[in-house]
């Protein structure tokens, strides 16, 4: 497995969760819209922890497959354009959908490691994905705070959020079958 592959994947769901932290409070104020910030923020957030414990009960039998990411791709890039496109009144439910996703696709995406290297391999490809992971996510915020400020147009923050949901669905279809690792659940 390509570290490199699997820390964009990984950071992609990161830089998800990240990038709308990063951003919520300064697009709402720049729409003059602050009033909605509250229960978006808290709807990013709080989605996050249902999912994640939803996940540990279904984990032996999604850990490895690549619809999850897929899916997690899909609901982030409608989300994302819902965001955007829609009155901000939705803005909470477009939240809880994106912290959601972020947390599926970090939840899985720390588990594929150890499924996909050898006992040597786990560490260096652990360390490896982490490091891109959370590079990825820190850098997406930052450009699409450059791309705000470059063309003075508030939405363009979320282009690296929107960037990120494609690339959950492509690098998720381009993982391995979970067939060729070996992986059965118990």
Do not use: C, K
């Not at 950071?11 to 951003?23: D, E, H, Q, T």
């Not at 009155?87 to 996703?101: K, M, T």
């Not at 996909?116 to 590079?135: D, K």
């Amino acid at each position: 497995m390509n570290a490199l592959h699997l820390g964009i994947l990984v950071g992609g769901g990161s830089l998800i969760y990240f990038g709308m932290n990063a951003w919520i409070a300064s697009y709402n104020q720049a729409l003059h819209q602050s009033f909605i910030t509250p229960a978006a923020l808290l709807s990013l957030n709080a989605a996050q922890l249902p999912v994640s414990i939803g996940v540990t009960f279904v984990a032996q039998y999604i850990a490895g497959r690549r619809w999850p990411f897929i899916v997690a791709g899909i609901i982030s890039a409608i989300a994302i354009t819902g965001w955007i496109f829609t009155p901000v009144q939705l803005q909470p439910l477009w939240a809880a959908l994106l912290g959601g996703s972020g947390a599926l696709v970090f939840t899985l995406g720390i588990a594929l490691p150890p499924l996909l290297a050898s006992p040597q391999e786990v560490g260096r490809l652990t360390g490896i994905t982490l490091s891109l992971t959370y590079g990825v996510a820190f850098v997406g915020p930052f450009i699409g705070g450059a791309l705000w400020d470059h063309f003075n147009v508030p939405a363009l923050a979320f282009v690296p959020v929107a960037v990120a949901s494609i690339l959950l669905i492509v690098l998720g279809a381009l993982l391995p079958s979970r067939s060729s690792f070996g992986f059965q659940p118990r």
